[in-house]
């Protein structure tokens, strides 16, 4: 399940009591202003690790049992399991990040790794938090259960209120949308009840002022327009960034130029953009910055409901236009869509287009022709771990707005019939379907044939349907679906497929083969065009974009949950440029690991080069040699940030490292404070 796409379950449940996260700007030397391509953006990796653990909860006669355990979901019975996601990667030109979660392979006695100190501390504190017979969870099994454990179809679970911070849930229940349902309960009961569903303590986060801009720095620059249309650098997603000043001569000049620490924040995986002389980026906290490019002040800040994990897209203006007022877009975790204005901040829309209380947006909108392309996924694969779970009723769609006034114009959903009755489970739940093909990536234009196309992952229960782990071709204009191509058929899975406990499991239990990567259109040197998709299985398959038919298909990498391409290719002239991840997850595959990069031919599929990552983890818990995250390219060079740290810059034409930074370290931020890096 990716995360700008989902190739890993659960990303957004990672906790790790850390102060902040840095994005630093690497700029070239003696040429200070930040341009198309003249600096080399570093969301830096940071590995966060979840405790998962069984214990009954005990309650009292007049409240419904509370869950305080997260389990594994592999199924083994060991009382000590890991969730790892690493978050975040390096970022071209201002380009990307993403997120992907670690292997969740069964732990023995034997090979548990040494727990950090910080580890240590995170898992005190989730049982101290958790501990059945506390305040918060007394309080929320007798007033709050009900609800927030699949009782009430549109009351988000509780899978989904970790995602948020105590501050936020508290101020639901004091004054918000959880005032009334919360009356009863004491001021100490609410903050109790805010910690106990976050499992963080209130003001655990220092809160880290930020360095605001003054004179000059906060002005917003109508000559500097967006430095790239959207998430793919292309309309077509080809991540080809063709006007950059980073080449072979420049790049060893690259050299870190500020850091900025996010506030409240324990993970970095929006993608920044470039525009007005600012950057725009979201964050963790679900705070938007516009950061001034020249010296990391920040112009402004806007606060969303939820984390902001897609990157922001801002609307072209004419260089010069100081009357312009351009709109920043964005997503949050929640199901938001959010249209700022992108000099001042001001909120112009919001929206949320799907009510189903597991719905998310994870993929960048597209902006194109001045309307608005979003897509919707959900965590509904969460909730299905728990047998008296109502599984499940999600189904993924694209949403289109006018980008300007927030006017919904059409949505397409991934499966055409609403989801019903099916059966019960085991134990006596009734469960749904068809469900899920969620997409969790950006959409790409093919203005040509007025197309837009975008992946599905699988369905959450059964009956599996056609239109799950495919490429999608929507009309832009009216919504009508073309033509899909499936990859692999009968994928149904959720979370309960890898528990002891699989009452929510369908029948086709995987294999879980996402399109979490955003679809590629592109042209080769011969002016034939394809659609590309890189999928969990690790195949890249290539289309005809008029009839999504089959070109060619070539198997990559291994594959699997954590395995295959997870977040976005690339492309150059007749080159398909490859990302794969092949995490280790704790199944045995009749191919072997292949983590590291690849170039095949576009229009045949045949590999051009091979450059598997040598492994320099040499151990080190949450470290792994593949690249999960989407690359980027300039002409000649691929930009490819590993989850072992590392930004590794290949040669296009052969696949060899010509550059490397390790990010492991702690950088000195421009608010003072220090931030970390690494993976």
Not at 241 to 254: D, H, R
Not at 595 to 612: C, R, S
């Amino acid at each position: 399940m990716p995360c700008s796409g989902r190739p890993a379950r659960g990303c957004g449940h990672c906790r790790l009591p850390m102060r902040a996260l840095t994005f630093s700007i690497v700029s070239i030397r003696r040429n200070p202003p930040i341009a198309l391509g003249v600096a080399l953006g570093v969301a830096l990796v940071v590995a966060l690790v979840q405790l998962a653990w069984q214990h009954p909860a005990q309650t009292s006669t007049n409240q419904r049992p509370v869950r305080t355990e997260y389990q594994d979901f592999w199924g083994s019975h060991m009382l000590r399991k890991f969730r790892t996601a690493l978050a975040a990667t390096m970022l071209l030109g201002l380009g990307l990040t993403a997120c992907s979660e670690a292997p969740e392979t069964p732990a023995t006695e034997a090979t548990q790794p040494e727990l950090s100190p910080e580890i240590m501390a995170m898992i005190a504190q989730r049982q101290e938090l958790q501990d059945p017979n506390g305040p918060g969870a007394l309080a929320y099994g007798s007033t709050c259960v009900d609800c927030h454990e699949g009782q009430v179809p549109k009351a988000p679970h509780r899978t989904m209120l970790e995602l948020m911070s105590p501050e936020y849930v508290l101020k639901a229940m004091d004054e918000g949308v959880m005032q009334a349902e919360a009356s009863d309960l004491s001021t100490e009961q609410r903050r109790a009840v805010a910690e106990f569903i976050t499992v963080k303590h209130l003001g655990q986060y220092e809160n880290i002022p930020l360095a605001m801009c003054e004179g000059d720095t906060a002005a917003f620059d109508y000559d500097a327009t967006p430095a790239f249309p959207g998430w793919g650098m292309t309309p077509g997603n080809t991540r080809m960034m063709a006007g950059s000043n980073i080449n072979k001569e420049t790049l060893p000049n690259l050299r870190l130029k500020w850091a900025f620490a996010f506030p409240e924040s324990q993970r970095a995986r929006s993608q920044p953009l470039a525009a007005g002389g600012a950057i725009y980026v979201g964050s963790h906290s679900g705070a938007v910055y516009a950061i001034d490019g020249e010296t990391g002040c920040v112009r402004w800040s806007y606060q969303a409901t939820a984390e902001v994990r897609t990157g922001v897209v801002v609307a072209g203006w004419e260089a010069g236009n100081t009357n312009a007022q351009p709109n920043a877009y964005f997503g949050d975790l929640l199901g938001h869509v959010y249209a700022v204005n992108a000099v001042t901040g001001e909120e112009v829309w919001r929206d949320r287009p799907n009510d189903h209380p597991s719905a998310t947006i994870t993929g960048t909108p597209t902006l194109f022709e001045g309307k608005l392309y979003v897509t919707l996924s959900s965590l509904e694969v969460t909730p299905a771990m728990y047998p008296d779970y109502e599984c499940c009723t999600f189904r993924g769609s694209v949403v289109a707005y006018e980008g300007a006034s927030g006017e919904k114009l059409w949505e397409t959903f991934t499966i055409e019939e609403e989801p019903t009755l099916t059966r019960q489970n085991a134990s006596g739940t009734d469960n749904f379907g068809p469900s899920g093909a969620p997409s969790w990536n950006s959409p790409a234009i093919d203005a040509k044939r007025r197309q837009l196309y975008f992946g599905t992952g699988e369905n959450y229960s059964s009956p599996a349907t056609l239109t799950s782990d495919a490429i999608f071709a929507i009309d832009v204009d009216t919504g009508a679906v073309n033509w899909t191509f499936q990859a692999t058929p009968n994928d149904a899975w959720n979370q309960a497929c890898g528990m002891e406990n699989k009452d929510n499991c369908p029948e086709e239990d995987g294999p879980d083969f996402d399109f979490g990567a955003s679809v590629t259109y592109a042209t080769d040197n011969d002016g034939n065009d394809y659609v590309l998709g890189g999928q969990k299985s690790g195949f890249v398959h290539a289309l005809n974009p008029d009839t999504g038919e089959l070109i060619w298909q070539t198997q990559v990498g291994r594959g699997g949950i954590q395995g295959g391409v997870h977040f976005g290719m690339a492309t150059e002239g007749n080159m398909v440029l490859v990302p794969i991840s092949d995490m280790p997850d704790g199944r045995t595959y009749p191919f072997p690991d292949s983590p590291g990069m690849y170039a095949l031919d576009i229009k045949t599929g045949e590999f051009l080069w091979k450059h598997p990552n040598v492994d320099v983890c040499e151990g080190k818990l949450n470290c792994a040699p593949g690249v999960s995250a989407a690359i980027t390219m300039v002409p000649g060079l691929v930009f490819a940030g590993s989850m072992d740290g590392h930004m590794r810059v290949h040669d296009s034409s052969t696949g060899e490292v010509v550059w490397d930074y390790d990010s492991n370290a702690t950088y000195a931020s421009v608010s003072g404070e220090p931030a970390n890096g690494g993976s």
